[in-house]
């Protein structure tokens, strides 16, 4: 779903926002998601299977308020998000530059196509929005514990974490994340997070056809407790081909100059 720039895209962009924007809203009524809920069941769900792909809609429901900490409250007051600060004042490294949306933003938000492959060792979970992968590994390692430290053997903070998995009886698989690169925000509204946040996703397919997530965040560097970040129910879909959902920096930086200067701060983050 890439953005290409004419005259009548560019008088929609105006009206909407942002190209960000345009594709959330665009999708707010998923057709396909939509026409695939009115469907029933479809039988007993396989055991401790998730392969295959699964149909969502635009954004999770969000869940919990978060109880910010006095640390995650001066981190938090630093962030313009696009809602409040518009796209020519928000700091937003996605909206801004397209940088990656990174874990767990990319689970909550843009979530209407989602792919599971099951490996021997690990699950891959492929999101279609910005065609992003995360390996799960399920060969009983641990997380590390020592992510972005001074040690010579400790590794670096990811966009994405560091993720191990496992199963909770036949329907649930259990996802559990740290390690986060914490240049990225939980969400739209600019929650920050720490690089020692542990977000825990768990999927649980009641049927055949339904697939439930829900994510977690235990934070408490930032957050004086654990917090729901938000809910969202998933359809299986066995036929749906991901598309390719990008969020492309030269059109956006064009989309800035256009319409971002103009409305009234040009290229300058944050201001």
Known sequence: MRIRFSGAVIAVLIMAGSPALVGAQAGLNNNLYNKLKEGGPGG???????????????????????????????????NKP???????????PFVRTC???GFPRNIIF??????????????????????????????GRTLPTNVGGTQKDSPDPRYYGYSVGHWEG???????TTGLDDKTWLNGSGYPHSVQAHIQERYTRPDYNDLQLTVTVDDPKLYNKPFVL????????????????????SEMQQYLQLVGGPGGAGLAPGK
């Open 44 to 78: 007993p769900a396989p055991k401790r299977d998730l392969s295959g792909s699964w149909a969502g809609p635009v954004a999770a429901q969000k869940a919990d308020e978060p109880s910010v900490s006095a640390e995650g409250q001066k981190l938090f007051a630093m």
């Open 82 to 92: 696009e809602a409040k600060y518009h796209v020519a004042g928000t700091n937003d």
């Open 99 to 101: 940088d990656p949306l």
């Open 110 to 139: 843009e979530i209407r196509g989602l792919s599971f492959a099951t490996m021997p060792d690990r699950v891959v979970i492929m999101n279609q929005y910005q065609r992003a992968w995360r390996e799960v590994w399920t060969d």
């Open 170 to 176: 036949d329907d649930t698989f259990v996802v559990d």
């Open 230 to 249: 938000g809910r969202a129910s998933f359809r299986w879909h066995p036929t749906q081909e991901l598309e390719e959902q990008l969020c492309i920096p």
